[in-house]
């Protein structure tokens, strides 16, 4: 099976930063797209940003130009920096690693797949 395992995230005032990683594990071949979402109180959970296997990126409007996302290939892994944080980013955020394939036992398998999701509060 896939395991998303999030680190990361917390508590910064408004103007701060942080970075959220998301490592993927398990029998992987490939992952093709990773992103991250958020879920805010009372709301639809959102995208954030995404990252194709192959380096496109796409934003949130309302991120652009403060949060970057990057990937590792050969680590699985896919990291969201935030810059000048804003109270409005306060949320619950999941990593989603999407089309995963990986081998279970003989058989390849492909797969969604979302991490525990870990709270970011941007608050004075």
């Known amino acids: 099976q896939v395991q998303l395992v999030q680190s990361g995230g917390g508590l910064v005032q408004p103007g701060g930063s942080l970075r959220l990683s998301c490592a993927a594990s398990?029998?992987?071949?490939?992952?093709?797209?990773m992103g991250w979402y958020r879920q805010a109180p009372g709301k639809e959970r959102e995208l954030v940003a995404v990252i194709t296997s192959t380096g496109s990126t796409n934003y949130a409007d309302s991120v652009k130009g403060r949060f970057t996302i990057s990937r590792d290939n050969a680590k699985n892994t896919v990291y969201l920096q935030m810059n000048s944080l804003k109270p409005e980013d306060t949320a619950v955020h999941y990593c989603?690693?999407?089309?995963?394939?990986?081998?279970?036992?003989?058989?390849?398998?492909?797969?969604?797949?979302w991490g525990q999701g870990t709270q970011v509060t941007v608050s004075s």
């Open positions: 989603n690693a999407d089309s995963v394939l990986y081998w279970s036992g003989p058989y390849l398998r492909r797969g969604d797949y």
């Open positions: 398990g029998s992987i071949v490939s992952i093709d797209a």
